[in-house]
């Protein structure tokens, strides 16, 4: 029968061990499990504030951002108005006032993609760097006449 040589000066019974004791470990790990779990939907719900009411508070105006539209045959509408391609950038200076406002571009479906970009690279060049494409969502029930003419 083979013997266990003697380590640490002759005890053999405490020698050490190679191996990381995980076991506390994960018992800190599952304790901030149950914490996070248990305030993460605090956090993203908020809390339920009965707010008092104010007699003399004003609802604030949210500003309207600027619209310029591109039609089908290529003219510039900004607000409904007709203007010319070299005096956008004026008519929206004009209209945001140096206030710090959107601007939305409005292009039909049928205008060539290069006309809106030019529009847009124009109004960047202008110091107009807060540009947003509109477009309308796709409905559920409504299928586009494109999608209606590829199946025939």
């Known amino acids: 029968m083979a013997m266990p040589s003697p380590t640490n000066g002759g005890n053999s019974l405490y020698r050490p061990m190679p191996d990381i004791n995980v ?9 901030l499990l149950i914490v996070f779990m248990i305030t993460a939907p605090m956090l993203s719900a908020g809390l339920k504030v ?7 508070a004003q609802p604030l105006d ?30 929206v200076r004009k209209l945001l006032g140096g206030e710090d406002r959107h601007v939305h571009v409005r292009g039909d479906r049928d205008v060539a993609y290069g006309e809106v970009v030019a529009l847009m690279d124009h109004l960047a060049a202008n ?14 029930g409504a299928r586009s006449t494109q999608d209606q003419n590829q199946e025939q």
């Open 50 to 56: 009965d707010l008092p009411q104010a007699k003399t």
């Open 23 to 31: 076991t506390p470990l994960v018992d800190v790990m599952l304790v």
């Open 127 to 140: 110091g107009i760097v807060k540009i947003a494409l509109l477009a309308t969502g796709k409905q559920d």
């Open 62 to 91: 949210p500003k309207q951002p600027v619209v310029i539209t591109v039609t089908k045959d290529g003219a510039v509408t900004i607000g409904g108005d007709a203007i010319a391609r070299e005096d956008i950038a004026a008519a």
